[in-house]
């Protein structure tokens, strides 16, 4: 599929749309749902409030706040998964702009 495809990226577009309208109340059949619709452009690991990275106990949240210490790769557990304090919010989230990439 091709941006030249233009209906086919409107099919798609709506599909999508149908798709993220479940998030909320079914999050984790939405992303499956999303993985499947774009399997050969991204692939989505995640979706919840910055609140949950910031202080949450998902293993998601754990890693993220691992990685930005540079606290997980090579280590059986990641040690410094703590909450994100105040003077690290900044800092933490220009970490999560480019994260995944």
Same mark, same amino acid.
């Given at each position: 599929?091709?941006?030249?495809?233009?209906?086919?990226? @409107?099919?798609?577009?709506?599909?999508?749309? %149908?798709?993220?309208?479940?998030? +909320?109340? $079914? =999050? !984790?059949?939405?992303?499956?749902?999303?993985?499947?619709?774009?399997?050969?452009?991204?692939?989505?690991?995640?979706?919840?409030?910055?609140?949950?990275?910031?202080?949450?106990?998902? @293993?998601?949240?754990?890693?993220?706040?691992? %990685?930005?210490?540079?606290?997980? +790769?090579? $280590? =059986? !557990?990641?040690?410094?998964?703590?909450?994100?304090?105040?003077?690290?919010?900044?800092?933490?989230?220009?970490?999560?702009?480019?994260?995944?990439?």
């Amino acid at each position: 599929m091709t941006f030249d495809d233009e209906p086919e990226w @409107l099919e798609l577009r709506e599909r999508l749309r %149908r798709t993220a309208s479940c998030l +909320e109340a $079914k =999050p !984790e059949d939405a992303i499956a749902d999303l993985n499947a619709e774009l399997t050969s452009l991204l692939q989505i690991d995640w979706v919840g409030r910055l609140e949950q990275l910031l202080s949450g106990d998902s @293993l998601f949240a754990i890693k993220v706040r691992a %990685r930005f210490r540079n606290d997980w +790769e090579d $280590k =059986p !557990e990641p040690v410094n998964t703590i909450v994100i304090s105040q003077e690290e919010t900044l800092e933490f989230l220009e970490y999560l702009s480019e994260y995944g990439f």
